[in-house]
């Protein structure tokens, strides 16, 4: 068999162009009759949707007086609230060597970030002895933890 070249157009800079189909042209408004979008320019009427930027804010009821404002306000949100990440006891055989901390939890995979505060609870059952260093603990996972010959340290 002969060797066939096929005729392959050279592609440069000057003979880039996007695929057919691609790429739509941008909507000309205003433009005449002809265009399908003249006078107008496809927003109907006259009328506060009609005018450029005109558009009411989320919940406004037409004057009336919105439901946010008709609704009475109850309680505040404490911004000084520490939210701890809960641990259990069963996650703490991800964590290799005999020392737990915020550090090693990261490290197992545990925690996302070091830096969160976290709380040990006690659900589950701990099979080795482990020292916990810089979590909280609650009294059941304090008790499992030292029951198995680990300790709390603050």
Request: cysteine-free; hydrophobic content about 30%.
């Amino acid at each position: 068999m002969a060797d066939k070249k096929q005729d392959v157009e050279r592609i440069t800079l000057s003979t880039l162009r996007p695929v057919p189909g691609s790429h739509r042209s941008r909507k000309r408004v205003g433009r005449g009759p002809g265009s399908g979008l003249g006078k107008t320019s496809g927003k109907g009427q006259k009328g506060q949707k009609a005018r450029s930027g005109g558009n009411t804010n989320t919940g406004f009821e037409g004057g009336q007086m919105p439901m946010y404002r008709r609704l009475p306000k109850r309680g505040f949100t404490n911004p000084f609230k520490v939210t701890y990440l809960a641990v259990n006891l069963r996650d703490l055989d991800r964590v290799v060597g005999d020392e737990v901390s915020p550090d090693s939890l990261q490290a197992a995979g545990i925690l996302r970030r070091a830096t969160d505060p976290v709380k040990l609870l006690g659900h589950g059952e701990i099979g080795r002895a482990l020292v916990v260093k810089g979590l909280h603990a609650s009294a059941s996972a304090r008790a499992k933890i030292e029951a198995a010959g680990g300790r709390v340290e603050p």
